[in-house]
């Protein structure tokens, strides 16, 4: 856990670097972040050689502790122009800090049309090519990788929208069972992989001999008592476990803020078809290979990732989560969750973000390509994007790519990235989040669902959300689900654990300040990209036309937003 | 002349304004420039309600002097998000003149989907529903005004492109002899006007009776010295009459600096097929229709405009320029002119930018979606933006955007405008200008072929650059065009004509001070628009790939350019 592996695509070299004493309380986004904000030059082209990919894994990452496993993916990123961080679940940061690295760097770039494969077990790292996986599917490659490596394999992968250098393009990793679909999706993370000519990341741990934690009992005293907050949580004891993240679908819906038809209104009149009751009945319902709960995450307690099962029983999707039940479902005007199911596996097939592809696909639906509401259309498009037709193409570089293309006006993108599923009118603080964080729009960036406000009303939304970036970009620093942080009763025990663990005495302030300055970093990053505080603000329709389920429009301005 | 016309689409009302004091010295690009920056808030969003669209004659418009009648256009623009003026030669704005209006204002939008034309004759300015309209090619819309207005109407349109808000789609106006391709074509002008619901402006000037200049001997003995001058000088007397535009491929072929598949070098082996001496020659030996030379302005005696026939001796298109030539030819590696000139037309009709297509279509051969040299599919490709397909909705978007979507790297853009027919390692003054312009990558705002230095070192760029961005702008503040700048002995008699006409005591430091104010304030607003110094820079390619043609990469650094 106190490496980096540096890897150069171009030299097609790896070699083991100790983590600098500088970088020591650094991990996940504030390591990605500091790695970037170090060595990429911020006016380098992000699919040029001298943009970095760097993966990283949290300070508690392959322990026992719940919800500690999530992979920070950063980069310059191709769809804003900016410093980028995606994270995602799945088993390859438990794996890579079972294998003794903090962060993988990618540099440089392979020869056009050269694909390779980062293979890193306990005989170290090596690259071999991977020619053979060019243009497959994320399943299909996935499958020939647990054939090759073993079904136990960590892999962090791209589809083909990552090898076409697609500006929508994910990357994904598997969870325990299987299932290749953790996306870190925002931000076309998966074109700065493609660019290198870096296809895949296998982690092999089976033999690993991490060191156990230095205090090991308060450690383990610490995780018992985490786990007990998550049983203790109604919102991690049952509601996310049973509902998944489509619970939130009845909160945003009641509160008119449900992205619907192309963020035209904030409540749709489909909604119970495809909320978290519709999600958990059809689940149960069917039965099968489907689970309303299953863990994204080894040890995950939480368990709100699910497996959506075919009216045949067998898997279409796994997970089926609230972004894309809101963007490619209301935002789309479709209330059909077979439908959107398969959307959802499409697009993960292909590797490109669903809350890209749905708001594309909004636009495109108000730009008159396609009927609001026609489920058989949405996903006749979204398979263009696998058959990489023009319309394919256009889908799948972005909504606000694609809302240029198509002579929009009404396009829901922030700093060049699509909006995710709250309508910044009906949920303000997190539309000032939208406005002022520096990854674009990004309700994981901090999202004021939660916060004690009155969240159609203008007062006390800056406050929400500047606390609420800095909250998640604490727990983003630090490799933990945000799910995580609904039930943590004393932020405090986090900094106890990792000091359990590396027999360090570091406090909760050490966290926050390294939170603090990883933000403060990413916004001189693009500011030096050219990205500015003119960049701060939503796209000029919510200033102008009122959310009618809400009933506001979005009226805090740059004034108000007082950097 | 010293009126100015305010057209707002929403209350379709039409307004009379006397020029301001303040704007007294202001015309063509200085007076564009200054309502938007006066006018427009630099973060409305270009298709928006916010913007506006500013049409400008120069001061000395109208008149019996040669080569003053360019018609400036202004907005912000939806391709770059900064300030635009892009200006044209034609008979709009010799007959605003002689109309009495200096400039025309156009404010607000009209409801989606309805479409107005805005006549000006002598009793006045009048909207007039165009619904009937809409849809049509430039040529088909030209005849219809020409069946109703008269042949002899001053027109000013767009075409089905800029009705559809395409972000490369330009705004043009007729020449004297009808052909109504005088493009404004820069900057995606053209969707502004769509955005506002305006298909068309009508001029008719029968009748109109304008003041006749104040010191009418003085500055017609004035007028006869510019026109000796013209008729002296080689490159304006024998060169651009015999060969047009076009003379200029030979030029930068012998230099490298012509664009040739997308910009992966600057000489074309087909270059003698598509040269000035080709265009001349194929023009001549058809005959029928055919000319090398006209004029494009009323009384212009440089005449570098022509009338390109077709084998038959039918007239294909009018004007051929050296821009569509470098950049739907050689850039395309096409080096049959009479593709070029069908692709042309084609453009033409559907009221995009040539530079813009020829730029996203070099990107697209790139891609492999046609091979480079295939005329033949390139015509298809052309063709599908009339037909509106995917693809030519991506072709018309601009080559910034289209490179997106098409996962590009090599995209040759500025500020989100297309590279014009001059490779900046080859020619690297007018890449400081592409550079550093805030108009985005524009040849028109400061070419240096003509200045005294070796175009492939790096020595004395950056001035020579300067130099020529403030005499472009100073021609272009006074509407005049840029090739009368080629044979003016002293400029001083700009200031004299000026001041003869309108029995003023200006000097030629005047206007050297509004052109440099008028570029001080298009950078100011570009830079509370977002765009900074950041933005001052060429594609990262073409600082790391030598063009082989002149052995250079472009080496002028953000440092260099001593902001």
Redesign the interface.
């Known amino acids: 856990m106190h490496k980096i592996l540096r890897v150069n695509l171009k030299t097609l070299s790896a070699a083991i670097q100790e983590i600098p004493e500088s970088y020591r309380l650094l991990s996940g986004r504030s390591l990605t972040s500091r790695i970037i904000y170090d060595e990429v030059p911020?006016?380098?082209?992000p699919?040029?050689?001298?943009n970095r990919l760097v993966f990283a894994c949290g300070l508690l990452a392959g322990t026992g502790l719940s919800s500690a496993g999530r992979l920070s993916a950063g980069a310059k990123s191709?769809l804003t122009g900016g410093i980028k961080e995606s994270n995602a679940g799945g088993v390859a940061a438990f794996k890579m800090a079972r294998l003794g690295i903090r962060a993988v760097v990618v540099e440089e770039q392979a020869a056009k049309g050269s694909w390779y494969l980062l293979v890193i077990d306990k005989k170290g790292p090596r690259l071999e090519k991977a020619d053979n996986l060019a243009t497959l599917g994320v399943y299909e490659k996935a499958s020939r990788l647990y054939r090759q490596y073993g079904p136990r394999a960590g892999i962090i992968l791209i589809g083909p929208a990552g090898e076409?250098?697609?500006?929508a393009a994910g990357i994904t990793n598997n969870d325990p069972d299987g299932f290749p679909a953790r996306y870190c999706g925002r931000g076309g993370l998966g074109?700065v992989m493609g660019?290198r000519g870096l296809l895949a990341v296998v982690l092999d741990d089976s033999g690993a001999r991490p060191d156990p934690p230095v205090r090991k009992d308060r450690f383990n005293g610490r995780v018992r008592e985490v786990a007990r907050w998550i049983r203790e949580t109604p919102q991690t004891a049952e509601v996310f476990p049973r509902y998944g993240t489509a619970a939130m679908l009845n909160i945003t819906n009641a509160i008119g803020a449900l992205p619907t038809r192309n963020f035209s209104t904030g409540t749709f009149e489909g909604a119970a078809k495809i909320d978290g009751y519709a999600v958990h009945d059809t689940i149960t319902g069917r039965g099968g290979e489907g689970t309303p709960t299953h863990s994204c995450m080894p040890g995950c307690l939480i368990r709100c990732s699910n497996i959506f099962p075919g009216k045949d029983g067998r898997a279409v999707v796994s997970p089926l989560e609230y972004e894309t039940i809101g963007m490619m479902g209301a935002n789309c005007g479709i209330d059909e969750l077979d439908a959107i199911a398969v959307m959802n596996r499409l697009c993960n097939d292909y590797g490109v973000d669903t809350i890209e592809v749905g708001c594309a696909l909004g636009v495109a639906m108000e730009a008159g390509l396609l009927p609001f509401g026609d489920a058989a259309a949405a996903l006749r498009a979204v398979e263009e994007i696998g058959r990489d037709?023009?319309?394919g193409?256009?889908l799948a570089?972005?909504v606000a790519?694609?809302g240029?293309?198509?002579?929009?006006?009404r396009i829901p993108a922030v700093k060049g990235q699509g909006l995710p599923a709250y309508d910044p009118r009906g949920l303000k603080g997190t539309g000032v989040t939208y406005a002022t964080s520096p990854m674009g729009a990004d309700h994981t960036a901090g999202n004021t669902v939660r916060a004690n406000v009155r969240h159609d009303l203008k007062e006390g939304q800056v406050g929400v959300s500047m606390a609420s970036q800095a909250g998640a970009t604490l727990m983003d620093s630090l490799g933990l689900c945000l799910m995580l942080g609904t039930c943590l009763k004393d932020r405090e025990i986090l900094a106890g654990l990792v000091s359990d663990r590396f027999g360090w005495d570091v406090t909760l302030e050490d966290f926050t300040g390294v939170a603090m300055e990883t933000l403060a970093m990413e916004r001189e990053f693009n500011r030096?990209?050219?990205?500015?505080?003119?960049?701060d603000?939503l796209?000029?329709?919510f200033y102008?036309e009122i959310n009618p389920a809400c009933g506001a429009v979005f009226d805090i301005f740059?004034e108000d937003l007082g950097k």
């Open positions: 911020p006016l380098a082209h699919l040029g050689p001298g191709p076409r250098l697609q500006p074109a660019s037709t023009p319309l193409r256009i570089s972005g790519t694609a240029r293309v198509l002579g929009a006006r030096r990209a050219g990205i500015t505080e003119a960049r603000r796209p000029e329709f102008q740059d």
